[in-house]
């Protein structure tokens, strides 16, 4: 087998894991079209790398201080990240201002504003934003020096923060590592909440962006909470009483479901 199919396969089981919680071994070997025991193999080379927990017959990714790699968590929920950048396109108009942060959910809302939107301002520390905006008509991007996360092609911690501090945009529009139950926003790592608070601080509408996986994430850095956005895009079920603090708070919560031809329905909560 050439080495390539096999990280392929790897990374698969690493996206199946994030959406499912848990499988077990012939739950994987099903979804890939492969042997139990090739998967076997597999899970028991993911759990020596400390990337997936295996018990009671089950595998389960470990609770990192890293996100997984960049590949796996493009094909995480494709389908309703590809909705979400729909329904944030319909918030952005022609010609404006506008912060990109990091992540594939933030990379798909790129793809469909180079797609629709024309005369943009972009500022953003994700190259892989910069890659999609390439054929945007009539569009001007910066993008934040500093060191290179290369798993991720992006640039966080101070570099970032000093580079936002420089912008005033009409829109900010990022997203997170998790949202508790109670709806607190939560990071993989200090850096993460710095690069995203100083994103936040350049604009005057901040929108969060989240697939449905996010919701219920334990990861050990938070700041702010849900309702402290302008407008969050997600197909999550909030809770009613996120929902509720939202609403109050004046957060628009727009949640995203396929129509009858897979297009994004606006559904707005609050």
Not at 245 to 250: F, Y
């Amino acid at each position: 087998m050439r080495r390539s199919d096999l990280n392929r396969r790897r990374d698969e089981i690493i996206a199946l894991l994030c959406e499912a919680d848990a499988l077990s071994a012939a739950d994987l070997a099903r979804h890939l079209g492969v042997s139990v025991q090739t998967i076997r193999t597999d899970l028991r080379d993911l759990d020596e790398a400390a990337l997936v927990h295996r018990r009671n017959g089950v595998a389960r990714l470990r609770q990192q201080s890293e996100n997984i790699g960049y590949a796996p968590r493009i094909s995480v929920a494709r389908a309703e990240k590809h909705q979400i950048a729909i329904a944030t396109r319909d918030l952005v108009p022609d010609g404006a201002r506008v912060a990109l942060g990091t992540g594939t959910t933030v990379e798909a809302c790129a793809r469909m504003l180079a797609a629709s939107r024309t005369g943009l301002f972009v500022a953003t520390n994700n190259i892989h934003a910069v890659v999609a905006l390439q054929g945007a008509p009539e569009v001007e991007v910066a993008l934040a020096g500093g060191a290179v996360r290369l798993r991720d092609l992006d640039m966080i911690g101070a570099a970032s923060a000093a580079f936002f501090a420089n912008y005033r945009v009409d829109l900010a529009i990022f997203s997170c590592g998790g949202l508790s139950r109670e709806g607190e926003i939560l990071d993989y790592n200090a850096d993460e909440v710095v690069a995203r608070l100083a994103l936040g601080d350049c604009a005057r509408c901040r929108i969060l962006v989240m697939d449905q996986a996010k919701l219920g994430r334990d990861l050990p850095f938070r700041k702010d909470r849900i309702w402290d956005y302008d407008a969050v895009v997600t197909g999550a079920e909030l809770p009613p009483e996120l929902q509720s603090r939202c609403q109050d708070a004046g957060c628009e919560v727009i949640k995203v479901n396929a129509g009858p031809e897979g297009v994004a329905a606006r559904e707005p909560l609050s």
